[in-house]
C-alpha cells in the first residue's frame, strides 16, 4: 500500500470499528486512494452504488499519523487525508458517504500511515537501503541518483528511494508515526509494552519528533523529522484522535498502516554480520497498537480493531533486515492481549496481510526457498505461517503492476495477479476473504487481472457464488474511467551527447528470422526483433529502447548456432564478477566492454569515457558480484 501504488513493501496497518454497521463476515475489502481532484468522485460512485458493488468493507487512504482532531470539530483540516478544499476539507461530503455506504451494507475504514507517511527518507536511505552495502535490491537507486551514500541529501531527497524522482516529492510528502510522551495513554502503553517485554530492553525515542530538528547519534547529521508537530503544540495524542475522528465521521473503522522499516534497521540488536532482531519497532508498534485500544475501550467500546500485516511478519526465523520480519510473531507472542483485541472477539476486525510486492529474485534470497517461487506459492507459504503459529489473518491481493520491484528496473522478477496465480490463492484462501489495492488501480498489462474480476472472484470465494453483489462491478467515476489494460510506455532512452550514438537501425544477422530492431519503429506486447546476431520479445510497448539495455525487451538468445557472425553475450553467475576489471573515469570503453562499479556488473553499450556507471545510459547493469543483503533468507 503506497501513495503512488506501491513498495516494497511490507508493513502494518491497523483498523477501528466506531458505528453500529455490522460487518459480514468474512470481509471483502479494498482501498481507495484519496486525492482532491477526482477522490471525491470515486467515493460518490461507489456510494452511489453500495448496494451492488462487490465489496462490503472500503479502506480510504491515507490520512497523517501525527494527524490533530478535536472531538465536535467536524473539520479535516489538521488530518492530511487530501480529500477535499472546501472550508472543511471535505468532512461534511465525506460522513454523508460514508452513512450512504454503510446503511448499504459495505463499512468505511480511514487508514492511516501508508508507505509515504511512514517512510523517513534519510534515515530509509542510511539504515534499510544503505545499511547493509552496496549490493542490496534497492540500493541502485543511490548510484543512479546520487552516486555513492554520502552524497545522498535532502536536495536529492536522499537518493530517492523513498520515492522516485518522477514523482516531485519534497519531505512534506512524507511522516513518521509519532511518540507522543505529552498524552496519558501513551505513557500508559509504553509502560504496558516494556512490563511485558521479552527481549532487549525497550528503548524509545521522543526526541525524534515530527517538524522538528533531530540529530542522528551514529552520523551526526542533522535533518529534519518529516511530519508535523502540530499535534504537540495543541497537547493532542494523534492516536486519540483518531477514535474521536472515527466515532464523529460514523466510520466502521479506521486504518493504521504502519510500514517504518527504517526503524527496523536504524535500531536493530546483534552481531555486525547478522542476524539481527528488531525488538525495539515490535516495542513501538505495540505500544501505538496499546494506546489505540486504551482509547477504543474508554471511548467508543463497540469499536473494532484490526490489523494489515507484513507478509513476513508471521514468522519466527532469523531475519537478515530490511523488511518487517517476525512483528506480528512477536506481537503475538509477548502481547497477546494487543494482538487477540485486533483478530477476534467483539472488537476484533481481523489481521490483514499484504502479500504481495513480492519477488521471485534469488539474488537476493526473495523467495522462501528453491521450490515457493511464484507468486501463490509465496502467498500460500506466508498465510500458513500465520496459521502454524496460531495467528488468524486474512489474504492480501495487489491490482496492476506491482510497486516492488520497480518495473523499469526489474520487470522479470515481478509477480503481477494473473488469472492463473489468483485461482490458486483462492483455492486456499478465498473462503476466508481478504482485501486488495487498490480500487482505480488499473491492471496494466494484458495478462493482470483487473479490478472488477478480482474483485468479483474474491467476493464469491468468500461470500458464496450467488451472493447478489459479488456480480457487481467497481463503477467509473465522472470523467475518470481507468482501464484494465494500460499501455505502459517507457521513456526512450537517449545516451549523453558527449559519446558516439548507438545504431538507429541495424540488420538481422544470420539465422535470424525477425526483422531487425529500428529506433524509429514503434513495437507493441510481443514484438519480435534482431539485434546483434540475438534475438528479442517486447513486453510491452516501446520505441527506441535499445534491445540490449534490458527492460521493456526480453532477450530470447542467439538467432542460431550455424553463423559465426553473431555477436554471443558472455554469462556470469549471479555472485561473480570474474575478468572484468574496476571502472575507471580515464578509460575509454568500446561497445560491449565489461566493467564492475558499485558492487555490480555493467556493460557498455556503446564507446564511451568518463560515464559514470549507475548514472549514464550507456551503461547496463548486470549481476551483483557478491552475495549482499539477505533479505529474506528463511533457513
Known amino acids: 500500500m503506497r501513495l503512488t501504488t506501491a513498495l516494497v513493501s511490507i508493513a502494518s496497518a491497523v483498523v477501528i470499528a466506531c458505528s453500529a454497521v455490522e460487518a459480514a463476515s468474512p470481509v471483502v475489502a479494498g482501498y481507495l486512494l484519496l486525492n482532491p481532484t477526482n477522490g471525491p468522485a470515486k467515493l460518490k ?97 543511490i548510484l543512479e541518483n546520487g552516486g555513492s551514500l554520502d552524497k545522498c541529501t535532502e536536495a536529492n531527497m536522499w537518493c530517492y528511494t523513498c520515492e522516485p524522482q518522477k514523482e516531485g516529492t519534497v519531505l512534506a510528502d512524507f511522516d513518521i508515526f509519532p511518540e507522543p510522551t505529552n498524552s496519558t495513554t501513551w505513557k500508559t502503553a ?20 515530527p517538524g522538528r530538528s533531530w540529530t542522528d ?36 473503522g479506521i486504518d493504521i498502516d504502519y510500514e517504518e522499516m527504517w526503524h527496523a534497521d536504524m ?51 532469523n531475519w537478515w533486515g530490511g523488511n518487517l520480519k517476525n512483528i506480528w510473531y512477536l506481537t503475538y507472542t509477548w502481547y497477546p492481549e494487543v494482538y487477540n483485541f485486533m483478530s477476534q472477539g467483539a472488537n476484533g476486525g481481523g489481521v490483514n496481510v499484504m502479500t504481495y510486492d513480492l519477488s521471485n529474485n534469488q539474488e537476493y534470497h526473495e523467495c522462501p526457498d528453491a521450490n515457493t517461487c511464484s507468486l501463490s506459492q509465496q502467498v500460500n507459504y506466508y498465510m500458513k505461517s500465520y496459521a502454524d503459529n496460531g495467528m488468524a489473518a486474512n489474504v492480501g491481493y495487489e491490482i496492476g503492476i506491482p510497486a516492488y520491484p520497480a518495473i523499469e528496473h526489474d520487470p522479470t522478477h515481478q509477480l503481477p495477479l494473473i488469472q492463473s496465480e489468483l485461482s490458486a490463492i483462492l483455492a486456499a484462501q478465498g473462503a476466508k476473504g481478504g482485501f486488495f489495492w487498490e480500487l482505480y488501480k488499473a491492471a496494466g498489462q494484458p495478462n493482470n487481472v483487473d479490478v472488477t474480476s478480482a474483485a468479483q472472484q474474491i467476493c464469491k470465494a468468500a461470500l458464496g457464488a450467488n451472493t447478489p453483489r459479488c456480480s457487481g462491478v467497481i463503477p467509473q467515476p465522472g470523467g475518470v474511467v481507468p482501464t484494465s489494460t494500460v499501455t505502459i510506455t517507457v521513456t526512450a532512452t537517449v545516451p549523453p551527447s558527449s559519446t558516439s550514438l548507438p545504431p538507429t537501425s541495424t540488420t538481422p544477422g544470420p539465422g535470424c528470422t525477425a526483422s531487425a530492431w529500428s529506433a524509429a519503429t514503434v513495437y507493441n506486447t510481443n514484438d519480435k526483433v534482431s539485434y546483434n546476431g540475438r534475438q528479442y520479445t517486447a513486453q510491452w510497448w516501446s520505441q527506441n529502447n535499445l534491445p540490449t539495455a534490458g527492460a521493456p525487451w526480453t532477450d530470447n538468445g542467439p538467432c542460431s548456432s550455424g553463423s559465426g557472425s553473431a555477436t554471443p553475450t558472455p554469462t556470469v553467475n549471479p555472485g561473480t564478477c570474474a575478468g572484468a576489471s574496476a571502472w575507471s573515469s580515464a578509460t575509454a570503453y568500446s561497445s560491449n566492454a565489461k566493467v564492475t562499479y558499485g558492487g555490480f556488473l555493467y556493460t557498455a553499450q556503446w ?8 548514472t549514464a545510459s550507456v551503461w547496463v547493469k548486470g549481476t551483483s558480484c557478491t552475495g549482499g543483503l539477505r533479505r529474506r533468507l528463511y533457513q
Not at 530509509?124 to 549490493?135: A, K
Not at 542476524?275 to 473494532?304: F, L, S
Not at 564507446?607 to 549507475?614: C, L
Open 45 to 141: 460512485a461507489l456510494a452511489d452504488n453500495a448496494a451492488t458493488i462487490p465489496i462490503n468493507r472500503i479502506f480510504l487512504s491515507f490520512a497523517r499519523p501525527g494527524m490533530v482532531y478535536v472531538p465536535g470539530s467536524n473539520t479535516l483540516e489538521h488530518v492530511g487525508l487530501n480529500y477535499a478544499n472546501t472550508p472543511d476539507f471535505g468532512f461534511a461530503d465525506l460522513k454523508a458517504r460514508v452513512t450512504t455506504l454503510q446503511a448499504n451494507g459495505v463499512e468505511v475504514f480511514l487508514s492511516v500511515g501508508g508507505w509515504n507517511y511512514g517512510c523517513f527518507p534519510y534515515t530509509y536511505t542510511y539504515y534499510s537501503v544503505g545499511g547493509y552495502g552496496t549490493t542490496t535490491p534497492n540500493y541502485y537507486k
Open 217 to 252: 547519534p551514529i552520523t551526526k547529521i542533522t535533518n529534519l523529522v518529516p511530519g508535523n508537530d502540530y499535534f504537540i503544540k495543541q497537547n493532542r495524542d494523534p492516536y486519540q484522535d483518531l477514535v474521536y475522528l472515527g466515532k464523529d465521521l460514523g466510520l466502521a
Open 190 to 209: 509504553v509502560q504496558y509494552v516494556t512490563a511485558g517485554a521479552k527481549g532487549a530492553a525497550p528503548v524509545f525515542h521522543p526526541e525524534m519528533v
Open 607 to 614: 564507446w564511451t569515457s568518463g560515464d559514470t556507471p549507475g
Open 267 to 317: 535500531y536493530k540488536d546483534g552481531p555486525s554480520t547478522g542476524p539481527w532482531t528488531n525488538h525495539q519497532t515490535v516495542y513501538k508498534y505495540a505500544a501505538i497498537m496499546r494506546d489505540v485500544q486504551i482509547n477504543i475501550q474508554a471511548i467508543a467500546p463497540t469499536m473494532k480493531i484490526a490489523t494489515a500485516a507484513s507478509a513476513a511478519g508471521g514468522l519466527s526465523s
